[in-house]
């Protein structure tokens, strides 16, 4: 530094110079300096808003940010000055109480709050801490303060998507890109009987019920992969097994490059809305009295019927049914009495009604039949009889009434009388209305040459029915003859029918006709009581003992109970059970085959032997015939009869033959006439025969005298 050197006047006469060596003061400067740049690199840099006070709240430092936070256009605009100056006084009053926590404790406080920035509150997480000087003073408090508004909106809004999930009456499943599942919510568990921790990690495949199949679900994805969504309906099964229908969405959660990550199900369980649409649709098509089929529903299914008899080239009958006396009913006791017997009545046809049958109501007292298929014409006839004599019975009412009615029933058949819905349905009514004009309580066929024809059928059934109620039946028996030795082994019982006038009626003319009225089994057991009684008047004269066998009707069959008929006939006769031989049929066993052999062992247990009748006529599965307890096969009449004719016939008997032996079956042929035939069966290993070649079926009288004789068979 440089000063003037002057005189006692003032005068400058020269200059005074002190020079000083500041090289180190420059440096710390310059470090100073540095350090500052530093440091406020440091702090501007940061994300987020940092700051330092003093004691008394006021500012002693502020980054950039900070002071744009809350309205300063520069940071030394903050300077000395308090919250107050910048925040409203609630907030900047809880700001001075943190900061006097942080000051007082010396330890650091994390917040998270409101603040006021540019007149907008917005969430900071603001981090206190307690600023000391170099003697380790509390000289005040700094801080910093980042925005997480962004983070609270999306906690938000997770808090919010949460709620919804645990409080949604929907099923919510989320299921990672593999289709694991991350998360479900109550309404799940609820819905489905699986808790959360029983599903977490597995594939939402466990819910399948098996109703669709491989291709609805690659359907499924390929729609759901193309694009992003799909809704509809299936079927799943809840933990306990029950199968209920869904309405289920699924939608596709991607990443910012458009790759799945998520995949969110929400599913409703729609078993309610899917009764009620079957009510709706049960009541559109119903009778609301009978719950029968209505006209339209009716009237469909009849064109559907139609469709398949003229592809498979069968026959269908239309019956129109009305009833007779309703209207007095009704005038007599009221609508209420006379819905009550409307309703009795459906309930009542409705139980005689075949497999496949459709009954419905046209309206008021008339119904609607349609019979389908046919076997033959005459079957319309039965089922019509059958209809008259339910209604002829007496409907006690719910009033303590008893009423009679009764019905006239019209027919038409398809194709004879029409082959449309409008012209079978037309002279089905034409028809009933003839049954009425011939005295009620009847049948008519709309054609004129088969109401005779039904009339003489149901003529020979009602005789039928007489016969066995005055002993018109007989029992003849066809010997059966060991071919190795010539000797009658045994016979078959045989229905024989000889009228009061003399006359005999054919088995192939009263048989199909008493199967089908259901008089077979009146007359199965009656041939079944009568063999046996027979049997004892043998042994009792002394006779040898033989093995005869009696023909078993499918109703017979099926009825539940002929071990118990069987076994009671035997222990009233005292008949040994080996001596007594039921002959079944194919068609009969293959009906149902496992309940056929659950009533062939019971009959097994009793002790009868049993023998599959007519065998090769029908369609046997060998793998259940190896499981029926049978002790023979019976080779039919008709290959029987062309072995020495026919060669397909001659394997077929070969074939039979060869198959009983490896099963260690007897084999016994019927409607054997012929010596060549004899001969045949015999080089063949055929153990028994029966027919014209040694004896037709006798009266019991006749067969007796044969068995007694002694008499053989000659080759």
Known sequence: SKVPLKDKDGKVFGVLGLYQNITAKKQAEEKLALRESYLTAIIENQPGLIWLKDREGKYLAVSQK????????SPEMMLGKTDLDFSPKEMAEQYRADDAKVMNSGKSLSVEEVVNVNGQQVWHETYKTPAFNAEGEVIGTTGMARDITTRRKAEEQLREAAAVMQNTHEGVMITDAASALLAVNPAFTRMTGYSEEEVLGKNPRLLNSGRQDKAFYQALWKDLMAHGFWQGELWNRRKNGEVYPQLLTISTIRDDNGQPIRYLGVFADITQLKENQAKLEFMAHHDPLTKLPNRSLAESRLERELEQAHRHDQQLSVLFIDLDRFKQVNDSFGHLVGDELLVSVAGRLNERLREGDTLGRLGGDEFILIASPLQEKQDAAIIARDFINALSEPFQLSNGVEVFIGGSIGISLFPDDGKTVADLTKNADAAMYLAKENGRNQFSFYTSALNADARNKLELENDLRRAVLHNELLIHFQPKVDIR???????????????????????????????????????????????????????DAGLPEVCVAVNVSARQFRSGHLDKLVAAALDKFKIPPYCLELELTESMLMHEPDRAISTMNKLTKVGVKLSLDDFGTGYSNFGYLRRFPIDSLKIDQSFVQGVTMRAEDAMIVD??????????????????????????????????????????????????ALLKSGKKLER
Request: charged residues 20%.
């Open 485 to 539: 030795t010539g000797i009658i082994c045994g016979a078959e019982a045989l229905a024989r029918w000889k009228k009061s006038d003399g006359s005999w009626i054919a088995p192939g003319q009263f048989i199909p006709l008493a199967e089908k009225s259901g008089v077979i089994l009146t007359i199965g057991n009656w041939v079944l009581e009568h063999t046996c009684a027979q049997m004892r008047a043998w042994l």
């Open 655 to 704: 074939s039979i033959i060869g198959l009983a032996q490896r099963m260690k079956l007897r084999v016994i042929s019927e409607g054997v006439e012929t010596r060549e035939q004899l001969a045949y069966l015999s080089t063949r290993g055929c153990d028994e025969l029966q027919g014209f070649l040694f004896s037709k079926a006798l009266p019991a009288d006749e067969f007796a």
């Open 66 to 73: 900070f002071a744009h936070a809350f309205g300063a256009k």
